[in-house]
């Protein structure tokens, strides 16, 4: 079945410093990707929606300078929380539109900043 | 604007219990899709089940099924015999069926706890 692998599951960063995600499609290719926040025992809350190719759709609210999107290829996406600050600290999650089910999700990354 | 509506925030049923869950949405538009995931411990996002909003049929797999009551704009999810790896938070998600993006919208979310 089709696979994202989202890396790393989690990350410790001073206060200031940036961090990249990556969330990799295994076995099929995902032109299209979401990149979704959540804080505990709360929904999924939509970022950006990230296209191979082309610059990265983001949702109201969200700040584009602060939250890098690249989606270089067609199995690659990446996340940068640039100069990131304690209340960046959350649970961040991509996903891919696949051929089958419709969307696959990655394991999630916990980011804490400190 | 698309919504969607979970209004039970936490749920308990006893093992080899039947369960349900609520979940509405409000659209204008006619085609959708609706979707079930599950977030256990572990956080992984799951999908339990998915329904064409021009399917009458209502959607099952094993022990879940859906009651996709259309024109009152519910989409209930049902657990039979609960098993407690079933004990997870559980989301509603809505998507239109025309949309390039293909964002899915997400509801609040019920935290479902199976007891032994």
């Known amino acids: 079945g089709a696979v994202v692998s989202q890396h790393p599951s989690w990350v410790i960063c001073k206060s200031g410093t940036s961090v990249k995600i990556e969330c990799r499609s295994l076995d099929f290719q995902a032109t299209t990707m979401f990149w979704y926040r959540q804080f505990p025992k709360q929904s999924l809350m939509l970022m950006a929606t990230s296209n191979e190719g082309s610059k990265a759709t983001y949702e109201q609210g969200v700040e584009k300078d602060k939250f890098l999107i690249n989606h270089a290829s067609l199995t690659l996406s990446t996340l940068t929380v640039t100069s990131a600050h304690p209340e960046d600290s959350s649970f961040y999650i991509c996903?891919?539109?696949?051929?089958?089910?419709?969307?696959?999700f990655g394991s999630g990354t916990r980011l804490t900043v400190v | 604007a698309q919504t969607v509506t979970q209004s039970q925030p936490e749920m308990s049923v006893q093992e080899a219990e039947t369960v349900t869950l609520s979940c509405t949405y409000d659209?204008?538009?006619?085609?959708?899709?609706l979707f079930w995931y599950k977030q256990p411990p572990s956080r992984q996002m799951i999908l339990v089940i998915r329904q064409e909003a021009y399917k009458q049929q209502n959607a099952t797999e094993n022990r879940f099924s859906v009651n996709f009551q259309k024109a009152a704009k519910s989409f209930s999810l049902k657990i039979s015999d609960s098993q407690l790896g079933d004990t997870a938070m559980y989301f509603c998600a809505f998507r239109i069926g025309s949309s390039n993006t293909g964002k899915l919208i997400f509801g609040q979310g019920t935290t479902l706890q199976v007891k032994p």
């Open positions: 659209t204008s538009e006619n085609n959708y899709y």
């Open positions: 996903s891919a539109r696949d051929g089958r089910t419709g969307y696959t």
